[in-house]
């Protein structure tokens, strides 16, 4: 019987240290995606209702986001150097955007009308992925990232460059997606993350760490275009969900954002120095 109390103790014991951990987790999780949350937020309130009159939408959001950031940037929630990465994603994908809501192309496209925008895309467009590159500065901040086998910056930045070409180039030549995960596959199989939940370091392989988030990212994206944000093809008609098939894509994307704040950050690991292989 002593025994099997010691047993119960320790159960209790390591539930109530379970739920510590997962609490304080979804805390630091839900203050990094401040920013990505705040957009959904809005999108979803003024799908539900928005008053007539000669402010768009979009515009609107566009106007709502930019306080955002200039929020981030004033209270030095991030610092100059994380908004210029920030930024500079931002720029890259809303360069991808115009490609790809083209005529020419019509990947997907923003079916109502804007003021503030670059061709067929609303200048709010960029701040969606400004919002995931926001989440990846704060979470390696407020979970205090280190690694175990970051590879060599060459490596990654090549890595991301070729991602990033492959949104363009497969529209015109063999789609390299597939090559392109075996590549980052291969490339972060030793990589190991370390993060810190209250006085204590956890650990996990990077590669489901990345999966898990841009599973989350298109779950989002299930509700913004449930929230008439854009649209896809066959989405015309009425609402449908994402296709699943869009999860490597997301994966992809992200890892771009990550790489580019990994030159801010700079990955080390558990001692305090430049994290290699």
């Given at each position: 019987m002593?025994?099997?109390?010691?047993?119960?103790?320790?159960a209790v014991h390591?539930?109530?240290?379970?739920?510590?951990?997962?609490?304080?987790?979804?805390r630091g999780q839900a203050r990094a995606c401040a920013f990505a949350a705040y957009l959904l937020t809005l999108m979803l309130l003024t799908h539900l209702w928005f008053p007539s009159g000669r402010l768009h939408r979009y515009d609107l959001l566009f106007a709502a986001a930019l306080l955002f950031q200039l929020f981030l940037v004033l209270s030095k929630r991030e610092s100059g150097r994380e908004t210029l990465v920030i930024g500079l994603f931002h720029l890259l994908a809303?360069?991808?955007?115009?490609?790809?809501?083209?005529?020419?192309v019509g990947a997907w496209r923003y079916p109502e009308e804007f003021a503030l925008g670059i061709g067929n895309v609303p200048l709010f467009a960029g701040f969606m992925y400004g919002a995931v590159?926001?989440?990846?500065?704060?979470?390696?901040?407020?979970?205090?990232?280190?690694?175990h086998a970051w590879?060599?910056?060459?490596?990654?930045?090549?890595?991301?460059?070729?991602?990033?070409?492959?949104?363009?180039?497969?529209h015109y030549m063999v789609d390299l997606r597939i090559a392109l995960l075996v590549w980052v596959v291969v490339l972060f199989r030793r990589t190991r993350i370390f993060y810190?939940?209250?006085?204590?370091?956890?650990?996990?392989?990077?590669?489901?760490?990345?999966?898990l988030v841009a599973f989350f990212i298109w779950l989002a994206e299930n509700l913004a275009t449930l929230a008439n944000v854009w649209v896809y093809p066959g989405q015309?008609?009425?609402?449908?969900?994402?296709?699943?098939?869009?999860?490597?894509?997301?994966?992809?994307?992200?890892?771009v954002s990550f790489v580019l704040v990994a030159q801010?950050?700079?990955p080390r690991k558990l001692n305090g120095q430049c994290c290699r292989p």
């Open positions: 002593p025994k099997l109390l010691l047993r119960d103790g320790r390591d539930a109530g240290r379970w739920t510590e951990f997962l609490l304080e987790f979804a809303t360069a991808m955007e115009v490609f790809k809501t083209s005529a020419a590159g926001s989440y990846m500065v704060h979470i390696w901040s407020r979970f205090d990232f280190r690694f590879p060599a910056a060459a490596q990654t930045l090549a890595a991301a460059a070729a991602i990033y070409a492959n949104f363009f180039t497969h810190r939940i209250g006085s204590r370091r956890h650990s996990m392989p990077l590669l489901p760490g990345w999966f015309e008609a009425g609402w449908c969900p994402v296709a699943p098939a869009k999860l490597p894509a997301w994966f992809l994307l992200m890892i801010v950050r700079k």
